[in-house]
């Protein structure tokens, strides 16, 4: 077990909605980071924030947004949902030794 | 730029023999990370090993240990003793030290079939 939590572990939605993925850190860490892994993309660095404010952008797309609250948790939101956007998403806090990985969350979009 | 590449799309290892995992990075950075995941059909990434490039000996955490030759960029896995629980991707990734983790980039994973 890592440490770093996310809720829910599996979502099955249809084209054109929204949904919200949830991530808690571990705790004591400030960072949370948002990775992608789709079947042939691999694994894809998203977002970054840092207590509170965004640090980092990779390769997320504007149909996709995040935050980070005061109490550390983040939030990743994805609308407008295509069948591309079904993937693993994973959320990760670090310390200096490097990344730990929540379990993920498995989203379907049909 | 920076870049990991591993090589071996998939690997055989029979039970209880030992494996080596090749993982080879280009970098200009003269401090950096490099690290080890593992992801089982599950789906989790569940870290390993890390490695730093200024850490005169090679990284170990049980049955894991890192072969870090850093003149040749090789940070290849070796997993000992392989158990069937170890039939997994395996991922490696680098950082450059003292910098945000979003820096971390990740290799296209080996994955690993312990046969019985």
């Known amino acids: 077990d890592s440490g770093v939590t996310q809720t829910p572990k599996h979502l099955i939605t249809a084209t054109g909605q929204r949904v919200t993925l949830r991530c808690s850190p571990r705790?004591?860490?400030?960072?949370v980071y948002w990775y992608q892994q789709s079947l042939d993309q691999g694994l894809q660095f998203l977002i970054q924030y840092y207590n509170g404010e965004e640090r980092a952008k990779g390769n997320i797309l504007e149909r996709f947004s995040a935050q980070q609250f005061p109490d550390l948790h983040s939030e990743l939101n994805l609308s407008s949902l295509e069948l591309g956007d079904s993937a693993l998403y994973f959320c990760?806090?670090?310390?200096?030794?490097?990344?730990?990985f929540g379990p993920g969350t498995r989203l379907t979009v049909l | 730029a920076q870049k990991i590449t591993q090589t071996q799309p998939g690997m055989f290892v029979q039970e209880k023999e030992a494996v080596t995992l090749d993982c080879t990075y280009d970098t200009s950075d003269q401090s950096y990370g490099l690290f080890w995941y593992k992801q089982p059909s599950s789906g989790e990434m569940i870290f390993l090993i890390y490695?730093?490039?200024?850490?005169?000996q090679n990284a170990t955490e049980g049955r894991y240990s890192l072969n870090f030759q850093k003149a040749r960029k090789s940070a290849n896995l070796v997993i000992s003793a392989s158990q069937l629980g170890d039939s997994a991707m395996y991922f490696c990734?680098?950082?450059?030290?003292?910098?945000?983790?979003?820096?971390?980039?990740f290799g296209a994973g080996t994955r690993l079939f312990v046969k019985a």
């Open positions: 990734a680098m950082r450059p030290r003292d910098t945000g983790g979003f820096k971390t980039i």
């Open positions: 490695q730093g490039s200024y850490d005169e």
């Open positions: 705790s004591g860490d400030l960072s």
């Open positions: 990760a806090s670090s310390d200096h030794r490097g990344q730990f």
